[in-house]
């Protein structure tokens, strides 16, 4: 069983930064690679949002992160990793990490992260 385990959100001021990070792990065996990794977010009441995408060599961002938020990944530790700077209230929601987890039993399976609070404080 693979889980996703987020983590790095929390409150923050207006202007400030956070790093958020989505690790592979499995209850037994081993994780060998994450595909594809994709950060969303959503608000009470809205709809959920991608955020920004890397998969292979390539990301994509939401227009509303272009140059604030990177998204990357360490494969040896397989994390995903968003960096988000330049923060606003608007950016305060529950961001959720979705993978493409290939192992050696499972082959590839898509997950889903628990999700992690950010709260930007005006």
């Known amino acids: 069983q693979v889980q996703l385990v987020e983590s790095g959100g929390g409150l923050v001021q207006a202007g400030g930064s956070l790093r958020l990070s989505c690790q592979a792990s499995v209850t037994s065996g081993s994780v060998f690679r994450i595909n594809r990794g994709t950060w969303y977010r959503q608000v009470p009441g809205k709809q959920r949002e991608m955020v920004a995408m890397i998969t292979g060599g390539s990301t994509d961002y939401a227009d509303f992160v272009k140059g604030r938020f990177t998204i990357s990944r360490d494969n040896h530790k397989i994390t995903v990793y968003l960096q988000m700077h330049s923060l606003s209230s608007e950016d305060t929601a529950v961001y959720s990490c979705?993978?493409?987890?290939?192992?050696?039993?499972?082959?590839?399976?898509?997950?889903w992260g628990q999700g992690t609070q950010v709260t930007v404080s005006s």
């Open positions: 979705n993978a493409d987890v290939w192992t050696p039993v499972n082959g590839e399976r898509n997950y």
